[in-house]
Each structure stands twice: as structure tokens, then as C-alpha cells.
């Protein structure tokens, strides 16, 4: 990463000294401009020049599709390992990329809510059993008084059940993703260890928040390819953080070195006295 900033900025002092020795050579070292050509000299140049660094930046920047697809494969070649194991790691499952989607991102595809961001109706009907007693209790309720689905179970499950159980996953993807986005990259070990976590960690406390109350169970296989869900969606977004931080700073080093580059180039247009050597040397002031 180093070597290829120090490439990149090198290569912008080369342009600018091609530049100044074209003007030179044209002029002859005769003449001189005056201030304001001179700066309108750079500016054109200076605007030609990040034009093309930011069109060659881009092909550079990886899209949300391709560490999507990144993405997916890395987290199914780790499923693939961990299905072997016991407990839930045997409920994993391969998912493909299209499932892999930013909802509410303009431009990128429409998909389905993720965990976090589905409502607790949706949470209620996907992800949980009501105890065969509530059950028979709220249908009763509901063919006596026209009104009992919000009592009982259903009721405590969606004022107070879902909404800690929601609070829980988000805190866990966001350290997850926070930890993506400081190592900078997401590797085979560091996917598998995220399953582990949502799967041994994750569903495990979501578990042991409803032991005790008989009124309600997870359905396991469904939440936890919710979470899966969830977790791979973290990461892309992790990675399109890191892909957009590298993008910003490669646009901060240019501009960065915009006035030291400015400076030199309107000196030596302005003097223009035949500095040969100076202009040759121009290059070699970014080292």
C-alpha cells in the first residue's frame, strides 16, 4: 500500500516536470508568463491531470457487487468446513450473493429487510414458536372478545422479547464490522470465526434470554440464517467502508501535494531563466 501511494504521487511530479519541460522547450527560455497565465496554465493542467487520476482510481476501487461476490465466497467455503461440526454449526448454509443486498442504498439493488431492520411483526411469525397453551388461549380470546392477538406471549414477545433480542445482534454486527474495518480486509479464518460467534455466541444468549419463559422457543434454523445474513451484509459494508476510506485518502495525498507542486511549477514558469537543472530535478523533490 505504501509502495503504491509513493508510485502514485511520484508519478504526478513526473507528469508535472513533462509539463514544464514541454513550456520550456517551446519558449526556448525566452520568455516568461505573467501571473495570471501562469496560474491558468497549472489550473488546466492541474484539472486534466485529476480528471485522469480519478478515472484510474476507480478502476482500482472495488464496487459493492464484487465484495459482495468476494464475500459470498468466502463465507460459503467456511460454512462448507464448519457444517461438519456439531451443535447449530450443522445448520449452516451456502447462500448466494443475491441474497447479499443493501436495501435502503440508493443505485444498488432492492432486496429483502435484514434482521436488524425487519419489524417485529416480521420477527414474531419468522423467528419464534408461541407455547402450544398461549396458542389455544389467544385463539380463544380472539373468538370471545374479537381481540386477543396482542395479549399473552405474542404481546410480552414483541414489547420486550424482540426488541432487547434485536438490541443484542446490532451491538454484535457492529464490533464485528468495526473489526473488519480496522484490519482492513476479511479473510477465510476471520469469516469463519464470525459464524462461529453469531452461531456459539449470538444464538446461544438469544437462547439462554428465553429460558424460563415456556411461552415462547427460536425457531433455530430460521433465525440463524437471518444472522447469517445479517453478519455477510456487516462485512460487505465493512469492506465498502474501507474500499471508500481508501478512495478519500488517495484523494487527500493528491491535493496534498497540490501547492508544494503549484509552487515549483509557477517559480519556474514565471522565472522561466533557463533552469534546466531545476526543471530536471523537478521529479526528485517528492523523495
Known sequence: KKASDERAMHELWVHFTGVLNRHLAGTGHRSCLSEDE?????????????????????TLIKEWQTLAHEVTLLFNHAVGKLQHEAGALALLKEVGPQQVVFPHSG???QGPSTLCEQSDEEWSEQYFYLGWWNTVKMKGLALLQNAGGSDGASGALKASIIPRLRQAVQQGLHQLRGEVISRGALDESTAAESLRHITCVMLNDMETRLVGDGSVSLKRPQILHALQIALRVACVEALVAVEEEKQRKAMEDLFAQKALIEEHFLLIVQANKGDVERATNFAGLYH
Open 107 to 109: 443505485g444498488r439493488e
Open 38 to 58: 501562469s496560474h491558468e496554465l497549472f489550473e488546466s493542467e492541474w484539472r486534466s491531470y485529476e480528471a485522469s487520476y480519478r478515472t484510474r482510481l476507480r
